[in-house]
């Protein structure tokens, strides 16, 4: 009986093994990595005069080999977002740096093009302003205050596939949620001149490359 036992043993020990060794390989198998630029912005604001900031997205997708017309896709990223100023008394930039996580569908329309679409969560962990006004060399401090640290939207987008495990993508990223918090109680003079008086929502067109280790 214990010999019994014992080679049971001895074959549970291998299938651990082998189990361990190949489920990293078949998970390897449907991770990607992804890297480009964000043109980001902010929505509805003529009063600060914003114009588009330039920052750097990347992060690490899953995405399952699909096996016919639909697929899923989730992502991890460090999303650099944010706006340009210009006001009556001065003009800068604002610099926010988010982790997001898009969930999303994808339609497989040939083996060669992509389309995503999905709904994503947001999280600022950074924020900076600078102004740029000649001799100034003014920068605000404590600018995490303002701004509400989770956010929520839609992200979509096609995808290219030219060959092996080379993508070339474009996505549209909608926030949904208010940049600022309500700012309507602050005392006079507190709230920096480049926070406008209504509550906007990130705006952001992403492009990007990348390497997807499927087989």
Known sequence: MFRVDKVNL???????????????AGLWAQIGLKGGLNFAN?????????????GFAG???IAPKPKGLFGF??????????????????????NLDYIILPQLSTINITR???IQIGPQMAFLIN?????????SGNSYSNMLSYYNRFDYGLAGGVEIHPFKGLLIGGRYNLSLGNMYKNLENAPP???????????????????YMG???VK
């Open 211 to 213: 390497w997807h280790f």
């Open 189 to 207: 003079g507190t709230v920096p001149s480049f926070i406008p008086s209504v509550n906007v929502k990130n705006n952001v067109l992403n492009l």
């Open 42 to 54: 902010i929505t509805n604001v003529s009063s600060i005069n914003n114009s588009t900031n330039t």
């Open 73 to 94: 896709q989730s992502e991890i990223e460090f999303s650099q977002q944010g706006y340009n100023f210009d006001t009556n008394t001065n003009t800068g930039n604002v």
């Open 127 to 135: 924020a900076k302003a600078s102004d740029n006004n000649a001799g």
């Open 59 to 61: 992060g690490l997708f």
């Open 10 to 24: 001895k074959k549970m020990k291998k299938l651990l093994i082998i189990a361990l060794v190949l489920f990293p």
């Open 112 to 114: 060669f093009v992509q």
